[in-house]
Structures are given as structure tokens and as C-alpha cells.
């Protein structure tokens, strides 16, 4: 049995905390760099060069939060399970409007869990994504962040389970998502998040040449905005499985209704 997370603060409790956080400096790592999100740059360039701050500014950057005891006890075996049981197969097919794959890749297999199926198996995930996640995403923002109505991309699992898969280098249409990783892939594990920092990277060659390297960990979340920066998920190496719950937020300036009509189509199939 599953114990359920802890109650959620008061809306208005949580609300406190984020007017304090608007008005409270922000750090964020970019490579070497501690960025301060005014501007102010503390530290040398990540190659000792002084690069301008033009350049740095367009360098792809996230936060990560450890949110592992706002997790319920056994959550990790319980989400592992349901990636291995509930997963679904399907081939995505390039090009796409959001892929960023050389022309000569037409084929890339994926494992998913759709989200309808996460909805009804582990409801204290949905919970955490609406209120305790979504507050956590408006802190990121700085602004509020809202939750997606449809329930096929709101919240997905994605999985991988051996060392000839990766996910589609790509870019986001969302100009927030969150990753809980159910699994940990240190260096040299494979399974790894590769974004690019030069936004006009146009395949997975490309990405690599200027990359932000994100390793996962259990029971982290991980935002960033992936609308500029290509990205994908590196084959396996020294594990069997990877689990990753992707929940996809939205701005007032972004809204869902902003999300391209044959996005699902592509990713989802006839759903």
C-alpha cells in the first residue's frame, strides 16, 4: 500500500511564498556560471574567455528541486511498475514541425505511458502536478503557471529500456516542462538530457557540439523552457531501465490553445 503524500499547504500559504520569491534575487547554474536572473553574472566564463554577456544570456540554464519527500513511500517501485507494465510502443516519424533530427532519420522507436492511464493509476501523481508542482513551476516562472487540460499530454511517462533507443532530439511547444525522474544515470550511465545551447542546432550532431548536460536523479525536478534549445535523451549504457514523468505547464502569454494542431497526432497516434 502506497501512503499518501502529506496534506498541501493552504493555497494562500503557498501564494506567500511565491509573492516572496518574486521579489527575492534568483540564481541559476549555466555550465560553470552562478547567473543571477537580473543579469549579473558572477564568476569566469565556463572557458575562461570572458564571454560576452549576450552570449551567455542565450545559454540554455534550469533549476532542479528535490522534491523527494513530497513523495509518497514506495512511490519509486510503484511508478517503476507501471513502466513496465502499462507502456505502450509507437514509432515516431520525421520530419515534424518540432523535430530536429538529421534528414536521414525517418524512424525513431519510443515507450510511453499515456497519460489517461497515469490519471486513473496513480492519482497522488495528478495532485502533485496541479498544486504542489505547479506552485513550484510558478516560482520558476515568476508568474503563475496553469496545468494542461488534456489529459493525453498533461502528464506522460517516457521510458526507455535498452542501449538502441534514445528520445527525438526536438523542441517543446510549452514554454514549461517538468521532469520527475524516477531513475538515476550518473555520467557514463548513458540516459542523459542533452540540450543544446546554440538554438539553432538542427539535429542530434549539431546539439552535441555546445551542449548542457542534465544527468537524472531520483525523486528531482527538473524545469527549464525548451522552446530554443533542441534537446534529447542519449541511449542507455549501463542500465536497463529509464523512467522519466514529463509534465507539460503553461503561461498566460503561452496558453495551451498555442499548442500546434498535429502535435498529437504525431506524438499520440489516432487518440
Not at 507501471?82 to 519510443?110: G, N, Q, W, Y
Not at 493525453?152 to 533507443?165: G, H, I, K, L
Not at 522552446?227 to 542500465?239: F, I, K, W
Request: net charge neutral; aromatic share 10%; with cysteine.
Amino acid at each position: 500500500m502506497v501512503q499518501a503524500p502529506a496534506k498541501s499547504k493552504p493555497i494562500l500559504t503557498i501564494w506567500d511564498e511565491f509573492e516572496h520569491a518574486l521579489s527575492t534575487p534568483r540564481y541559476e547554474q549555466r555550465g560553470r556560471e552562478r547567473v543571477l536572473m537580473s543579469g549579473q553574472i558572477h564568476g569566469q566564463s565556463a572557458n575562461g574567455s570572458g564571454q560576452s554577456m549576450a552570449g551567455l544570456a542565450g545559454r540554455f540554464s534550469w533549476t532542479t528541486y528535490d522534491v523527494s519527500t513530497l513523495l509518497p513511500v514506495g512511490w519509486q517501485d510503484e511508478l517503476l511498475s507501471i513502466a513496465r507494465d502499462r507502456r505502450s510502443f509507437k514509432v515516431l516519424k520525421p520530419p515534424h514541425s518540432t523535430s530536429r533530427e538529421a534528414a536521414e532519420v525517418s524512424r525513431i522507436p519510443v515507450l510511453t505511458v499515456k497519460g489517461p492511464i497515469l490519471r486513473l493509476a496513480v492519482p497522488w501523481l495528478i495532485r502533485l502536478y496541479s498544486c504542489e508542482f505547479r506552485s513550484l513551476a510558478s516560482v520558476y516562472a515568476r508568474e503563475e503557471a496553469f496545468v494542461a487540460a488534456d489529459k493525453r499530454y498533461a502528464v506522460v511517462m517516457n521510458v526507455q529500456e535498452n542501449d538502441t533507443s534514445r528520445y527525438e532530439c526536438h523542441i517543446d511547444t510549452n514554454p514549461i516542462v517538468g521532469l520527475l525522474y524516477v531513475t538515476t544515470h550518473p555520467k557514463g550511465d548513458g540516459g542523459e538530457l542533452v540540450v543544446a545551447n546554440n538554438q539553432f542546432a538542427s539535429n542530434v550532431t549539431e546539439v552535441d557540439r555546445d551542449a548542457s548536460v542534465l544527468y537524472p536523479a531520483a525523486g528531482h525536478l527538473v524545469f527549464f523552457d525548451g522552446r530554443r534549445h533542441p534537446h534529447y535523451v542519449r541511449s542507455l549504457v549501463g542500465s536497463d531501465i529509464r523512467v522519466a514523468v514529463a509534465m507539460n505547464y503553461y503561461l498566460a502569454g503561452n496558453p495551451e490553445s498555442s499548442r500546434p494542431e498535429d502535435l498529437n497526432l504525431y506524438l499520440y497516434g489516432q487518440t
